[in-house]
């Protein structure tokens, strides 16, 4: 098991800036993906950016330039930084932890988002 715990959402006005930090514990596979994804309502869960153990990143196109993930393996966390946000950016984010290579894995709570035009 793996437990992730989100924090640093919160509400911010369009063009500001906010850092998500993910904390993971338990048996965190060796090889990894740590990724974000986001759900605003209505809409389906969609991925925003994921790093590998080894650092490798991918991001989605519309956040692209604008949000860099992170991580800090030696404290297991992950980091969602997001700059010039908008209100499109507004959403549950949530943490995920999955083996390289496999689908589905581990969620954390979510943290709410809220961009304000």
């Known amino acids: 098991q793996v437990q992730l715990v989100e924090s640093g959402g919160g509400l911010v006005q369009a063009g500001g800036s906010l850092r998500l930090s993910c904390a993971a514990s338990?048996?965190?596979?060796?090889?990894?993906?740590m990724g974000w994804y986001r759900q605003a309502p209505g809409k389906q869960r969609e991925l925003v950016a994921h790093?590998?153990?080894?650092?490798?990143?991918n991001y989605a196109d519309s956040v692209r330039g604008r949000f860099t993930i992170s991580r800090d393996n030696a404290k297991n966390t992950v980091y969602l930084q997001m700059t010039s946000l908008k209100p499109e950016d507004t959403a549950t984010y949530y943490c995920?932890?999955?083996?390289?290579?496999?689908?589905?894995?581990?969620w954390g709570q979510g943290t709410q988002v809220t961009v304000s035009s």
């Open positions: 995920n932890c999955r083996k390289l290579g496999y689908t589905g894995g581990y």
């Open positions: 338990g048996s965190i596979p060796s090889t990894n993906v």
């Open positions: 790093i590998t153990s080894g650092g490798s990143t």
